[in-house]
């Protein structure tokens, strides 16, 4: 009987320091967990944030890029009806001299104008 006393004796110290042991580490592994789990949670709020951001800024290119798109249509047209203009005037032989007149006046106008600058 005293070797079984022992016995229990000696292992039921093993098991109480063994749940002890367990116990204090478990609490360690729990503040680590709960530790990382909020760094994780930052760092999710973080690209979040920055993929609502991107997001906004993805829009707003779009509409500008929808803005400037309308705008080149618009001056499309425009080229469109100058160039047809000029094709009546190249046609007929006045229209020629006029066209020639103009161009020069323009070209002396740059070249005294970069002279200047």
């Known amino acids: ?4 006393r022992s016995r229990a004796a000696l292992f039921d110290g093993i098991e109480e320091g063994g749940v002890r ?5 478990h609490e360690i592994d729990e ?4 530790r990382a789990m909020e760094g994780l949670q930052d760092r999710v709020n973080f690209l979040k944030r920055l993929t609502g951001d991107i997001h906004e800024e993805v829009q707003n290119h779009n509409r500008m890029l ?3 798109g309308n705008d080149m249509d618009s001056s499309r047209g425009i080229l469109s009806g100058t160039v047809d203009r000029f094709k009546t005037v190249f046609e007929t032989k006045s229209g020629r001299r006029m066209a020639t007149l103009v161009a020069s006046f323009l070209a002396l106008f740059l070249l005294i104008y970069y002279m200047t600058r």
């Open 1 to 4: 009987m005293n070797s079984r």
């Open 21 to 25: 042991a367990y116990s204090s580490s």
């Open 31 to 34: 503040s680590t967990n709960d």
């Open 66 to 68: 929808d803005r400037m």
